[in-house]
């Protein structure tokens, strides 16, 4: 190795040696810095997320009460104006009965309404029996239609339900994934703090046989270009000789077709 080639490679060392000590200083009060500012932002982050968690459930309780109380109240008022309407109904039919009975008779009503929600006990002294059976299916009815926006109110509210707790299921999910997240982002900084802070003899080894590793290749390059070439040139030799025979065989066939006399021609080739 030269003189020049020494102080060169000399230069370059230090030069590479004071860059590796300011990078590992600015690296080192860099992450110092970047951990403790993406900390607060992390601890900021999360206590955003779970008032915002909070304010979501609440809501949602809220909606859901405020619906299944409009529908209890809207099943209460129509089961109350069914009701009514009967109460006029038999009011009107035994009304009626009185009038084109005995004037001393007199009508006594009792509503009574048990746990089926349905009539259990009435006068029927002064109904016949075709009014008796058609009030009797009307209750019927009445009960069969309340039992089933009973059981559809019933399926709505399990349906709000289970949708209150998939809601609480992906909250705590979204939760949890947040925390792996957290975790797993300190540990690569930790892993890229601990790798930063190696020793710079490590490094240097690792530049030295990068550098012997370059030269090397280099000059195996320059072995297989000098052969690569060496090859190019025979081949093209060779070419030259077939681009010539080829002429002297095209001339032959030129002038074999121009005279149209290629036997003799051929047998005098041979």
Request: proline fraction near 0%.
């Amino acid at each position: 190795m030269s003189i020049n080639e020494q102080e060169l490679q000399n230069k370059v060392e230090k030069v590479v040696d004071n860059y590796m000590k300011r990078a590992k200083s600015f690296h080192r009060q860099r992450s110092s810095i970047s951990m403790n500012e993406e900390q607060r932002d992390l601890t900021q982050e999360i206590a955003e997320k779970e008032f915002q968690k909070n304010t979501l459930l609440e809501e949602l309780l809220k909606q859901i009460s405020l619906i299944i109380d409009n529908l209890i109240q809207r099943h209460l008022f129509d089961f109350q104006n069914q009701l009514l309407h009967l109460q006029n109904e038999l009011y009107q039919l035994k009304t009626k009965q009185f009038h084109i009975g005995s004037q001393e008779s007199t009508i006594k009503q009792t509503l009574v309404l048990s746990k089926n929600s349905s009539f259990t006990d009435f006068n029927e002294q002064f109904l016949s029996e075709d009014q008796i059976k058609n009030l009797k299916n009307k209750i019927k009815n009445l009960k069969e239609d309340v039992n089933k926006k009973t059981q559809y109110h019933d399926s709505l509210i399990n349906m709000l339900l289970d949708q209150q707790k998939d809601l609480k299921e992906n909250l705590r999910k979204n939760q949890y994934d947040l925390d792996v997240k957290s975790i797993e982002k300190r540990m690569l900084d930790q892993i890229w703090l601990s790798v930063e802070t190696q020793s710079r003899d490590f490094v240097e080894t690792k530049f030295h046989q990068l550098k012997q590793l370059v030269e090397s290749n280099n000059q195996k390059q320059k072995e297989k270009d000098a052969v690569m070439w060496t090859i190019v040139n025979e081949c093209k030799c060779e070419m030259d000789k077939m681009n010539l025979k080829l002429n002297s065989v095209n001339n032959i066939l030129h002038e074999i077709k121009e005279n149209n006399n290629w036997f003799p021609r051929i047998w005098k080739a041979k």
